[in-house]
């Protein structure tokens, strides 16, 4: 028994879901988002109490993981096209900054040359200033996706500190040589 699989996503005001074969549309202010889920679940839209039902046929164990699975998948795409999401990066270490040339994120990250990234077409990137870096979008997988790739770009180092990290992220520091004597 899915205990995620089995609680009905409210639909916010606002948004439209459409379900056609095993496409689901969902269309909101922030965007339009689509998936196609797997046959063993069936979704199916409670006009009534304005929810997103999500069962399954059988009860073998592919059956019971894409239960789950697509009922958090159809709640993330009704937050994402509502409010969307979010993800903020900062910049750590001397002569670390970002910029964004058109639709192009710039990074000097301690490397010879400068790190070019193309910014997906469903994603907002912004630079509040030259050491921060933020994402923002409707689909829950690109944001967290473009932004685990910059940061993978140069991750925090464990003895200064250096880096790309995610707001709020706390880098273990290291002693260094000098502390073991």
Known sequence: MSRIGNKPVAIPSGVTVSIADRNIDVEGPKGKLSFKHRPE???AVDSDTNQVIVSRDGDDRPSREF???TRAIVANMLVGVKDGYEKKLEIVGVGYLASISGDTLQLRVGYANEL???IPTDL???CPDQTHVVIQGCDKQS???FAAEIRSLR???PYKGKGIRYQGEQVKIKPGKSATK
């Open 155 to 157: 991750k925090p180092e």
């Open 67 to 69: 239960h789950g699975l």
């Open 41 to 43: 679940v069936k979704v």
């Open 143 to 145: 944001v967290g996706q």
């Open 124 to 126: 907002t990137v912004t």
């Open 116 to 118: 070019h990234r193309k």
